[in-house]
């Protein structure tokens, strides 16, 4: 798949530096200052590597962002904003024009490749009992034996520096995944810069960014090996408290093979320390959270029935968005039609009652008309139940627009809670019965008059 750049983001690419220069405060942290402790115990200090914009650009890093994205999500990449920050870091690095630095993006967005994923994670205590082996999966004293030759094929000395602090420690150990990954290997042969530290670095964080995300994917993973035994009681790991609890001093390693043409890999070890992302008051992140809290008044939503309802259909809205970033398509569409089941569903007719409701709130954000969103609605939430009823996967793109759907009622409650006098007990069944007034008359080639729509959320 063909990714091009637009021409508006070469002078935002050409804005970027690694050094302040007397413009402030950061526009991205690539990685904070932190402590690193080699084989013998030696600590070090690695340096904040940050992003600075020397000027003001048309595009913006939110722009940029959801740009990268996009094309991430299309590719089957994971994506979240940390992994575009760890591209766009790699850019920067690698060139000093804007142009030529579109040019590399470009040059990576055509460098997916797959790769083979696997993850150890190891506990500071010594393993007392034999490995249990279940789909792929080996739980009890590491095999550093397998460590050493993963490692040796990835062309690292890891395990032959901590062979010794980690024989006969307990472990989990998973399967090989495939996953997507940028071949920035060939890149860095490319464009003769693989031998620079900073370069190196950089892509480092790249694969440190996408190790967490996929190490999220194998929890996901190990959970599904238990989930039809734990409504019997008769799991035998207890996923959550083995990765919150028990895993809170645990060392996570993850090594990528056989994706470049480079030989090699990339062996990423991680200690369970606190990672700690620090915003400074003139952030982006956040001034854009300041922002939404000052234009919907979220500050004033509390033990109201329109409040609760607000904040449990937030609960679903932010699961559903987890998912969809995360890749987990399914979970994302069930938790958006979970959220628009929890404000319109009826115990008849549940199906129409849901879709004909959220397209009159909403379509005036979502679609061309009220048809049209009822419509897609319509089918999508065909989509949903087809997944739940016979396991048919929806389509990333499907499970996106329910996203939206879900978010954009939100929003229309964070506006109704606005009026004090919609906080009373009873508004949300009021409301519902006026809604469905306005849902017959779209349906009868009539439309309320304005002040009736925006009475009711729909704006």
Not at 75 to 89: P, Q, R, S, T
Request: with cysteine; proline share 3%.
């Amino acid at each position: 798949m063909s990714h091009q750049l637009p021409e508006t983001f070469i002078p935002f690419l050409d804005s970027l530096d690694f050094s302040a220069n007397g413009t402030g405060t950061p526009l991205v942290q690539l990685w904070p200052e932190k402590i690193a402790t080699n084989a013998s115990g030696y600590e070090s200090t690695v340096p904040a590597v940050n992003l600075y914009q020397r000027f003001k650009t048309q595009v913006t890093i939110s722009g940029f962002r959801q740009k990268f994205l996009n094309w991430l999500r299309e590719e089957k990449h994971v994506a979240n904003e940390a992994v575009v920050d760890a591209i766009l870091g790699c850019a920067v690095g690698a060139s000093s024009s804007g142009l030529k630095r579109g040019a590399f993006l470009e040059s990576a967005m055509a460098l997916f490749r797959e790769a083979e994923v696997s993850h150890f994670f190891v506990f500071p205590n010594k393993a007392i009992t034999k490995p249990i082996y279940f789909d792929g999966y080996s739980l009890g004293e590491i095999n550093i034996s397998v460590l050493s030759s993963r490692c040796e094929r990835a062309r690292s000395d890891y395990a032959k520096l901590y062979t010794k602090q980690l024989s006969g420690r307990f472990a989990l150990q998973s399967p090989d995944f495939k996953h997507i990954v940028i071949d920035f290997g060939t890149l860095s042969k490319d464009y003769n810069i693989y031998s620079s530290s900073t370069w190196q670095n950089l892509i480092l964080n790249y694969f440190e960014q996408i190790a967490r995300q996929h190490f999220e994917f194998m929890w996901w993973h190990l959970n599904q090996t238990q989930v039809l035994s734990a409504p019997f009681n008769v799991n035998f790991v207890d996923v959550e408290n083995l990765r919150s609890f028990m895993g809170r001093f645990a060392q996570s390693i993850t090594i990528y093979l056989d994706f470049s043409q480079i030989p090699g890999g990339y062996v990423l070890p991680e200690g369970n320390d606190l990672i700690l992302n620090q915003p400074g008051p003139d952030s982006e992140s956040f001034t854009r959270f300041n922002e939404h809290r000052k234009k919907y008044r979220l500050f004033e939503i509390g033990d109201s029935e329109l409040g609760r309802t607000i904040h449990t259909c937030a609960g679903f809205c932010q699961q559903a968005v987890r998912f969809l970033e995360s890749g987990h398509d399914d979970d994302a569409a069930l938790y958006a039609t979970i959220c628009l089941e929890y404000l319109f569903s009826e115990e008849q007719s549940t199906a129409e009652a849901v879709c004909t409701r959220t397209a009159a709130l909403t379509h005036l954000r979502t679609a061309n008309s009220y048809s049209e969103a009822k419509s897609e609605l319509r089918k999508l939430y065909d989509a949903r139940s087809g997944f739940v009823h016979s396991g048919k996967s929806v389509t990333h793109a499907q499970a996106g627009r329910l996203v939206v759907y879900a978010r954009e009622t939100l929003r229309s409650l964070f506006v109704l809670h606005f009026k004090p006098e919609n906080r009373s007990q009873g508004f949300l069944g009021k409301w519902v019965k006026s809604l469905d007034f306005i849902v017959a008359g779209f349906n009868a080639g009539k439309t309320a008059e304005n002040p009736v729509l925006e009475e009711n959320g729909v704006f």
